[in-house]
């Protein structure tokens, strides 16, 4: 068993395996996305941001022909034609085919309203960003934003 010393920081100590080391090293450097500037520490997910920047869509679905920027979405997509609700709610045990629309669903359980409106005299909040974008419309409509 070899173990490895990162020299350039005082954080972190030592790795027994290579693939952690090398992650790791690259930490310090990053991966800059050319287009974007944004900086990533795995190249793996400067790999995904040249995708958004270039609109490919890698994965498809074999059933919809839908694409997708991410397997993992894919993935979950499949679960839409296989009937696979693999996500509960803790609460009331309702499934659900994907993890954000059971945080969504929690939200009832729990009483949160995370997208509040930030004009002035109005204290309304919503579940959901698409709520607070159509209230936002009143407003517009009536000319107070």
């Known amino acids: 068993m070899c173990s490895m010393n990162c020299a350039r920081c005082g954080v972190c100590n030592n790795f027994i395996v290579t ?5 790791h090293i690259s930490s310090h450097n990053g991966f800059p996305c050319r287009i974007c500037g944004k900086e990533f520490y795995l190249n ?3 790999k995904e941001n040249m995708l958004m920047h270039t609109g490919e869509r890698p994965h498809s679905c074999s059933v919809c022909d839908r694409k997708f920027l991410k397997k993992s979405s894919l993935k979950q997509h499949m679960n839409y034609h296989t009937g696979n609700k693999n996500v ?3 609460f009331c045990g309702k499934r659900f085919y994907r993890l954000c629309a059971l945080r969504v669903h929690i939200r009832n359980h729990t009483g949160e309203l995370p997208f509040k409106c ?3 005299g109005c204290s309304k909040a919503f579940l959901q960003k698409i709520q607070l974008q159509l209230h936002m419309n009143t407003h517009r409509r009536r000319g107070d934003a």
């Open 19 to 23: 693939s952690s080391f090398k992650r």
């Open 88 to 90: 509960q709610c803790e």
């Open 118 to 120: 930030e004009l002035p």
């Open 44 to 46: 793996s997910r400067l």
